[in-house]
């Protein structure tokens, strides 16, 4: 599961995101995080078989948690296939199909907004 | 020379009765593989092409048709973007990389974006100033226009389907926001731009049966090529045939009330402009074996320059060649790292405009013209432009006495030496003058508010620095893009020269 961490100030100094991975059985990958001390927003992937508890400990630290189906959009109509985003995705989430349709891998994208920035047709979105 | 099968004439005979046997320029490589070239000739009829890129060199004539009052127009925006309307009274000329006037769209929403919206149908605002004359007293208009609504707009393109065109690249520490898209640091990325073996003029390289007439698709309309495009050039390196840099390119012509908005696109390279994506086909008939052949060649057969953007320069230094098969493949080999590639122009799009164009033909609603002139195929060059006041390079500057910093000084030492020769940048250098980072006065008063005593832990380290054989005009631009006051003038051996300011070149420039 992804989902978008909110860290309020009064908590960006406790050490949760150690004391998740020690006390619960969770894989844990930060896609992407931005917190100073005025708080802040973290982008997760979480998985494993506690992950439900490990939810439930975020939640009670004060971490507010939203989870996200999709990291980043393609508009169909806008895009024209062109491929300029290719080779700026750090994770190779962009490849070309057989017929050279552009494919966007949500799962492996950690929504950096490369491509977003630099497609000629505005034509791709990272939800936030 | 190889002798005549067919004529164009005998083509459209069959196009007509339904027999022309048409495929596209990549069918056609591995129907030569196949059979040989002998063999397609006598089969295969026309070969169709296509490409769909991003073409700067592109716009529209439009004719507004006259009001009444009738005005003579001198200004004319449409939504926002102005177009040229130094013509007759209601004629203008939209360029498709006019940014908009309003500077917080800017490159955002540009020239073809309204030539999108326009063949899209939807509504236009057009405004229009005029100084008055007797027989057009209006001097202002502000009124909603469609493609439908204006008499003619007719697309017409100065410079379209280069020939093949360089690969970019990056070899300095910044990301660059170029016609060829965004470039990534320390060579992080290729961009390429041609549609490789689908591509119109690698089809018929030398010009055998293209030229002033040749009647092609453009943007979904049948349209025409008028003539060589600008920057046309012949006496170019090549390989197979095929020019291994930029080289050919078209004119062309077509009315935007028949386009199609699935083959036209308005868009942004980031940071550099508003472009406009054009689709054009090319049909090739196949008169003789030589054409035939020619129209087999595969992406592995045509070879491209990769050349570095990093040299803001009219020539930019080759990094390696590369065919288009590899550059397809996604990855390619840059001084032993793997780098990835990326397309400019869609392969989807081309593909799709040569099986449009095969439709039309196949269903007899194209037919094929004898071109009026072909295309010169010898004796062309680019000439450039030769500015006539002497280049400035940064060591013609006037330098001062070289003031330095070393990193054992303390930062009461530094401030004397800012304070005594009023500056406000100090390169810090090692015994042998080399730079290791720059001082400025901001970070000396930051020392003194943190209590901080040593140079090195308050210098920048990572120091943007002008090169002894830089143009004075790049550097006014790397000032600029930096938002520095003022930057280290290095040597070949990295040794610090001296300091060059915004104010010395302000002073250079305002100096003319």
Redesign the interface.
Known sequence: MKAWLTFSPNIVSKPIISNLVKNYDITFNILRADITPKGGKMLIEISGTQQKQAIDFMGKEGIHLNPINKVVKKDEEKC??????????PV?AI??AE???IEVDDLKCIGCS?CT??C???AIRVME | MWDIMKTIREINQRIKDGDAVVVTAAEMTAIVRENGAKQAAEEIDVVTTGTFGAMCSSGAFLNFGHSDPPIKMSRTYLNGVEAYSGLAAVDAYLGATQPNRNPDIGLEYGGSHVIEDLIRGNEIELIAEAYGTDCYPLTEIKTQITLESINEAVMVNPRNCYQNYSSATNSTDETLYTYMGTLLPNMGNVSYSSAGELSPLLNDPYFQTIGTGSRIFLCGAQGYIIGEGTQFATEVERKNGVPVSTAGTLMLRGNMKEMHSDYVRGATMPKYGSTLYVGAGIPIPILNEELAQRTAISDEEITCRIVDYGVPRRSKPIVREANYHELKSGVIELNGVEVPTSPLSSQKKALEIALKLKEWIDKGEFLLTVPVEKLPSKGRTVKPLEIQKPRILVKDLKGEALILAHPTDAISEVARKMVQNSINHLPVVDEGNKLLGIVTSWDVANAVAHGKNKLTDVMTKKVIIAREEEPVDVIARRIDKNKISGLPVIDSDNRVKGMVTAEDISRLIGGD
Not at chain 1, 80 to 89: E, M, Q, T, V, W
């Open positions: 024209i296939d062109c491929g300029a985003c290719i080779s700026l995705c190779e490849k070309p017929d050279w349709t490369f920035n630099s000629p047709t505005r």
